[in-house]
């Protein structure tokens, strides 16, 4: 399997839209209300990506295997100003893999690439949310030196707050 991680361009959005927008859904169909989910259209994914790449705090790399792109990594400063971190803190915002190609290593390499990309930008930890009942995600960034805090938080994702674990990493030794 030939994987590329690489960063992408406005030209490419409507795809990765798509990208995300399935990934989502494979993600979260057993977790969120329907009413929830039919709210999260291909549309609605595609407005998020404009936000995405007009946001020069954060970066996006995306994953493609044999010139397809299946999944993608969004990292860098943390998203709200009031989660306790430190201006060395950075944080992982969002994965997602679509099902098809779970598996096969794509998850841990994009994991990695956002974390020595932190690195580089000077971050000494990040943090990262989960949503508590994906107990496959959890186990995926324990697997990867992730660790709970022990903290929770509820995030409004627009009428919707499901409890997610805080978790951190340290990326770089003082």
């Known amino acids: ?28 169909t057993s977790f969120y209300p329907e009413w929830f989910l039919a709210e999260r259209s291909p549309e609605f994914f595609h407005g998020l990506w404009y936000t995405f790449l007009d946001d ?24 709200a100003e009031s989660r306790p971190s430190s201006s060395r803190s950075g ?9 098809s190609e779970r598996g096969k290593g794509i998850g841990t390499r994009l994991l990695k690439y956002a974390e020595a ?13 989960v949503v508590q009942d994906l107990h496959g995600s959890v186990a995926f960034y324990e697997a990867n030196g992730w660790r709970w805090t022990g903290e929770y938080e509820s995030i409004d994702l627009g009428g919707y707050s499901p409890e997610m674990l805080r978790m951190e990493k340290i990326l770089a030794e003082e």
Do not use: N
């Open 91 to 99: 944080e992982l915002l969002t994965m997602y893999i679509l099902r």
């Open 117 to 129: 990309r932190m690195r580089e930008l000077g971050y000494r930890d990040a943090l990262l949310f």
């Open 1 to 28: 399997m030939e994987l590329e991680i690489r960063a992408i361009g406005r030209d490419e959005l409507k795809v990765l839209s798509r990208v995300h927008h399935d990934a989502w859904t494979q993600a979260y």
């Open 56 to 79: 020069d705090q954060r970066l996006v790399s995306a994953a493609m295997v044999g010139g397809r792109f299946c999944g993608f990594v969004r990292y860098g400063r943390p998203a």
